[in-house]
C-alpha cells in the first residue's frame, strides 16, 4: 500500500460543483501539503499544514480551501469548480518532528481533475 | 520576491553526463532539494544539499553555492530511464518551491 494515499485518482466535474480531493498519509509526518501541476508550470503550492492546528496558505490559495482532519489526513476542496482548476494535484508530507530540515517531501500518485 | 531558473529541455546521449543548472531567489533558504519526475508519476526526491559542496549518491550528485545562489544535478553514466523531468526546490523548514523543470532526454 502507499504511504501516501490521494482519492479520487481521477475526477471529471462540471463548472459550478464542489469537488474535495482527500489524501490519506501512514507516514506519520506532522507536515502535509497540497501542489498543483499545470502543463509548463511546474508545481505550485495550494496550502500547507505544519501541525494539525496550523494551516497557512500558498501561492496560488485563491478558490481553494483545506481542513486538516488528522495528523494523517488533509483534503483540498474546490467550493465552485471552474475550467481553469483543471489539473494534476498532489498532496505530499514531510516529516520535521526531529526540527531538521531534510528537503525531502513524500509526493501520492496525484489526482487528475478535469473541471468541463 | 522568489525566482527560480533552470533550463526547460536538455538532451544527452546515454552513457554521457549531463550538468542542470538551477539559479534561484528566495527568502528564508534552508537548503536546495532536487526532485525527478516521469511522464504521469509523481516527482521522487533525489537528493538535498543544506551546506556548500558537493552531494554524492550514486549516479547522481548534487552542488549547492549559497553565496551564488548557485546549484546543479549532475547525472553520470545516463541510461534511458533518466529520461524524466527534473526540479530543483529551494525552500525553507520543508516548505520548497518549484520551478517548471528541465525535461531530460536521453537518446541511444
Known amino acids: 500500500d502507499a504511504d501516501v494515499t490521494q482519492t479520487p485518482r481521477n475526477r471529471i466535474t462540471k463548472t459550478g460543483k464542489r469537488i474535495m480531493l482527500e489524501c490519506s498519509q501512514t507516514k506519520g509526518h506532522d507536515r502535509m501539503y497540497w501542489y498543483r501541476q499545470d502543463p509548463g508550470l511546474g508545481l505550485r503550492l495550494i496550502y500547507y499544514?505544519?501541525?494539525?492546528?496550523?494551516?497557512n496558505k500558498g501561492e496560488i490559495s485563491d478558490g481553494y480551501s483545506v481542513s486538516r482532519q488528522a495528523q494523517a489526513k488533509f483534503s483540498l476542496s474546490l467550493e465552485s469548480a471552474i475550467p481553469n482548476q483543471t489539473a494534476l494535484y498532489f498532496c505530499?508530507?514531510?516529516?520535521?518532528?526531529?526540527?531538521?530540515?531534510?528537503?525531502?517531501?513524500?509526493f501520492g500518485e496525484g489526482s487528475r481533475l478535469t473541471v468541463l | 520576491g522568489q525566482s527560480l531558473e533552470q533550463p526547460s529541455e536538455v538532451t544527452a546521449v546515454e552513457g554521457a553526463i549531463v550538468q542542470i543548472n538551477c539559479t534561484y531567489q528566495?527568502?528564508?533558504?534552508?537548503?536546495l532539494s532536487w526532485y525527478q519526475q516521469h511522464d504521469g508519476g509523481a516527482p521522487t526526491f533525489l537528493s538535498y544539499?543544506?551546506?556548500?559542496g558537493l552531494e554524492e549518491t550514486g549516479r547522481f550528485s548534487s552542488f549547492l553555492s549559497r553565496s551564488d545562489s548557485y546549484g546543479y544535478l549532475l547525472l553520470q553514466e545516463l541510461q534511458m530511464k533518466d529520461s524524466a523531468s527534473y526540479f530543483c526546490a529551494p525552500g525553507g523548514g520543508n516548505k520548497l518551491t518549484f520551478g517548471t523543470g528541465t525535461q531530460l532526454k536521453v537518446e541511444l
Open positions: 499544514s505544519f501541525d494539525v492546528k496550523d494551516i
Open positions: 544539499n543544506a551546506l556548500d
Open positions: 505530499a508530507t514531510s516529516d520535521f518532528s526531529s526540527g531538521v530540515n531534510t528537503g525531502e517531501l513524500f
Open positions: 528566495t527568502s528564508g533558504f534552508y537548503g
